[in-house]
């Protein structure tokens, strides 16, 4: 399929490894112009070096508001039709396992920045006529995990933030939907692995195993996997969907609406 997007540009937000990495390449693939942001410039530059002529990098962290004023001012001289909003992940642990420090952390990294960044960049699209919004969240905003706490809270929370911008500015031609991806096979999954392991007393790979079983398909997703819907949803060929939290995860999701 053609997705129609080479002559399209795109914002995307942690690319130097994982699922963003993938999704910033898969879009290259398409022939599309791609702003790369991440802290780990020299990463990207080896990275996406065949594609230099097709890429602009914005060094820095999203938790600092001059980054994100990189961004906004990028996109405003340049123009942008969609942004893929993505990052890490708080630290593991059980409620109770918690602070109030961990707390005030997670909010600014899981989801302060991303409802900044959201509200400055749509108006641009919404002035264009068109635009994709896609954040990339967790398979616990649909089921929440045991030593997930602080991601299952405040992940949660972008889903109904992304729900009610999605209502907005649905009829101004510009989507907004979440991904939320199962376990997959990137750097991430390990601090999952490794806090299972503890409790447990098996090794790694002893773990691994035991959560590839509980998954339906039988293992772990595939980054490409993840970037393929991830670039559908970025192109105008989703123009009908919006509002949606899409799961990516073999099947893990119990619900009906999983």
């Not at 299972?196 to 002893?206: A, V």
């Not at 991830?230 to 192109?235: E, G, V």
Request: charged residues 20%; proline residues 4%; glycine residues 10%.
């Amino acid at each position: 399929m053609n997705l129609e997007i080479s002559d399209h540009r795109f914002i995307v937000i942690g690319d130097s490894s994982g699922l963003g990495n993938a999704v910033a390449r898969q879009l290259l693939k398409e022939c599309a112009h791609v702003v790369l942001v991440a802290r780990r410039v020299d990463m990207l530059r080896e990275k996406f070096s065949e594609w230099s002529d097709f890429t602009t990098i914005i060094e820095g962290s999203v938790l600092h508001k001059e980054t994100l004023d990189a961004i906004v001012k990028e996109a405003g001289k340049n123009g942008f039709e969609g942004v893929f909003i993505n990052a890490g992940g708080p630290p593991t642990g059980t409620p109770l396992e918690t602070t109030m420090d961990d707390w005030d952390a997670a909010w600014q990294l899981v989801m302060r920045w991303k409802i900044d960044l959201a509200l400055r960049l749509t108006p641009m699209l919404v002035d264009k006529g068109y635009g994709r919004i896609v954040f990339l969240e967790s398979q616990s905003v649909k089921q929440p995990l045991p030593v997930l706490s602080l991601s299952n809270s405040f992940r949660a929370g972008v889903v109904g933030f992304a729900k009610s911008l999605a209502t907005e500015v649905a009829s101004k031609g510009v989507t907004v939907n979440v991904i939320a991806p199962g376990s997959h096979d990137t750097p991430a999954i390990e601090r999952v692995i490794e806090k299972n392991r503890g409790k447990s007393g098996k090794s790694f790979e002893e773990t691994r195993k035991g959560m590839e079983a509980n998954i339906p398909v039988g293992r772990m997703g595939r980054a490409e996997e993840l970037a393929t819907l991830a670039a559908w949803l970025m192109s105008p060929h989703a123009g009908y969907v919006t509002g949606q939290t899409i799961s990516h995860d073999g099947g893990v999701i119990a619900g009906l609406f999983g």
